[in-house]
């Protein structure tokens, strides 16, 4: 799963391949590319 996170970047699609969650698929996309997460104001 971390390497499709990796080539596509997409949780949509790592839901639809793998049947997961959103909340899994997220936490794979944040894994594979930690600087499009968006940081909590401080």
Do not use: C, K, S, W
């Given at each position: 799963?971390l390497?499709?996170?990796?080539a596509t970047?997409?949780?949509?699609?790592l839901?639809?391949?793998?049947?997961?969650?959103?909340?899994?698929?997220?936490?794979?996309?944040a894994?594979?590319?930690?600087?499009?997460?968006?940081r909590p104001?401080?």
């Open positions: 799963m390497n499709e996170a990796f970047g997409d949780p949509l699609r839901m639809r391949l793998f049947g997961i969650t959103a909340q899994t698929a997220m936490h794979y996309v894994a594979a590319y930690p600087e499009r997460m968006a104001l401080r």
